[in-house]
């Protein structure tokens, strides 16, 4: 589930609710909808300021099935707001091999400076597995059910810490290593950290670093493709994101490389996860990245 909303401040009333005014441009309205699945809607920032913050809270934590319940703190949005720009998104798949509760246990994690107990969760399975040469990391893929979606996993070795994959790591690079043809199925015992992530970002200062300065200035903000009404500036982005990994599953809110299968002495390749890794979740038919995040400590 991947939901937006846009919100505008005005000021025509909505009975016994907020304020209303339809200023968007239709055209603009059915092309968010169709292209983005986004809807837009207007408040009255400047004369309910909390009942507007508790109303986008509301939208969000309806959507995401309350896993993201405040996407907008407290003061996050007052009397001279103009335009907030929200993101919530939640997924929620089931491993195609769901792990056993029962072999879940108590495990060491190690991160560089200390080591933490974490429930770790333990499966033997047929799963596709490589190694990175250049970084000196396992690459793990746990499919969900119907194969359309999957985690990857970079799982540096004990003695490589996870910042040099970080470093070496672009979009092309991860094509490469992650390459389902680079990979090769076999019987895996893995060993995967139970987790849960939810992460809240304020992209402004992240959009200037990239150039998008405009939007945020009100004498040079141009949004008239959106709306007949001028200079009217971005006050707000916001992203929040929650990702809960367990045994059913996981919740949640052209480089040349060298790849080659990951084996070992073992009589079983083994993909233990007791250190930090990246995850990705992947959509196989557009090789799109819906979700990614880091697990650095407990």
């Given at each position: 589930?991947?939901e937006?909303?846009?919100?505008?401040?005005?000021?025509?009333?909505?009975?016994?609710?907020l304020?209303?005014k339809?200023s968007?441009?239709?055209?603009?309205?059915?092309s968010?909808q169709?292209?983005?699945?986004?809807?837009?809607e207007?408040?009255?920032f400047s004369k309910d300021?909390?009942?507007?913050r508790?109303?986008?809270n509301?939208w969000?934590t309806?959507?995401t099935?309350?896993?993201?319940?405040?996407?907008?703190g407290?003061?996050?949005i007052?009397?001279?707001?103009?335009?907030v720009?929200v993101?919530?998104?939640?997924?929620?798949?089931?491993?195609?091999?769901?792990?056993?509760?029962?072999?879940?246990?108590?495990m060491t994690?190690?991160t560089?400076?200390?080591?933490k107990?974490?429930?770790?969760?333990f499966?033997?399975?047929?799963y596709?597995?490589?190694?990175v040469?250049?970084?000196?990391?396992?690459v793990?893929?746990l499919?969900?059910?119907?194969?359309v979606?999957?985690?990857?996993?970079?799982?540096?070795?004990?003695?490589?810490?996870?910042?040099?994959?970080?470093?070496?790591?672009t979009?092309e690079?991860f094509?490469a290593?992650?390459n389902?043809?680079?990979?090769?199925?076999?019987?895996?015992?893995v060993?995967?950290?139970?987790?849960k992530l939810?992460?809240?970002?304020?992209?402004?200062?992240f959009?200037?670093?990239?150039?998008?300065?405009?939007?945020?200035e009100?004498?040079?903000?141009?949004?008239?493709g959106?709306?007949?009404?001028k200079?009217v500036p971005?006050?707000?982005v916001?992203?929040?994101?929650?990702?809960e990994?367990?045994e059913?599953?996981?919740?949640?809110a052209?480089?040349t490389?060298v790849v080659?299968?990951s084996?070992?002495?073992?009589?079983?390749?083994?993909f233990?996860?007791d250190?930090?890794f990246?995850?990705f979740?992947?959509h196989?038919e557009t090789?799109s990245?819906l979700f990614?995040g880091?697990f650095?400590?407990?």
């Amino acid at each position: 589930m991947f939901e937006n909303r846009r919100w505008a401040e005005d000021g025509s009333p909505l009975p016994g609710t907020l304020y209303q005014k339809t200023s968007f441009h239709e055209a603009f309205k059915e092309s968010c909808q169709k292209f983005y699945q986004a809807d837009l809607e207007e408040l009255n920032f400047s004369k309910d300021t909390e009942e507007c913050r508790k109303h986008v809270n509301d939208w969000v934590t309806e959507k995401t099935e309350g896993k993201i319940s405040e996407i907008l703190g407290a003061g996050a949005i007052g009397p001279l707001t103009k335009l907030v720009l929200v993101n919530a998104t939640y997924f929620k798949g089931k491993w195609n091999e769901q792990f056993d509760r029962k072999h879940t246990r108590g495990m060491t994690f190690k991160t560089n400076k200390e080591k933490k107990t974490v429930q770790m969760m333990f499966k033997q399975a047929e799963y596709k597995m490589g190694y990175v040469e250049e970084v000196h990391a396992q690459v793990l893929e746990l499919p969900y059910v119907e194969g359309v979606l999957s985690m990857l996993i970079l799982l540096p070795d004990d003695n490589t810490d996870l910042a040099v994959v970080e470093k070496a790591l672009t979009y092309e690079k991860f094509r490469a290593w992650t390459n389902p043809e680079k990979l090769t199925k076999d019987k895996v015992q893995v060993f995967l950290p139970r987790l849960k992530l939810e992460e809240s970002y304020e992209l402004e200062a992240f959009l200037r670093s990239l150039g998008m300065t405009d939007a945020f200035e009100e004498a040079k903000a141009d949004f008239s493709g959106m709306s007949a009404k001028k200079n009217v500036p971005m006050s707000k982005v916001v992203h929040k994101c929650f990702v809960e990994v367990n045994e059913e599953g996981t919740e949640a809110a052209a480089a040349t490389a060298v790849v080659r299968n990951s084996r070992c002495s073992r009589t079983e390749p083994r993909f233990c996860a007791d250190h930090p890794f990246l995850f990705f979740i992947r959509h196989h038919e557009t090789n799109s990245i819906l979700f990614c995040g880091k697990f650095s400590s407990p």
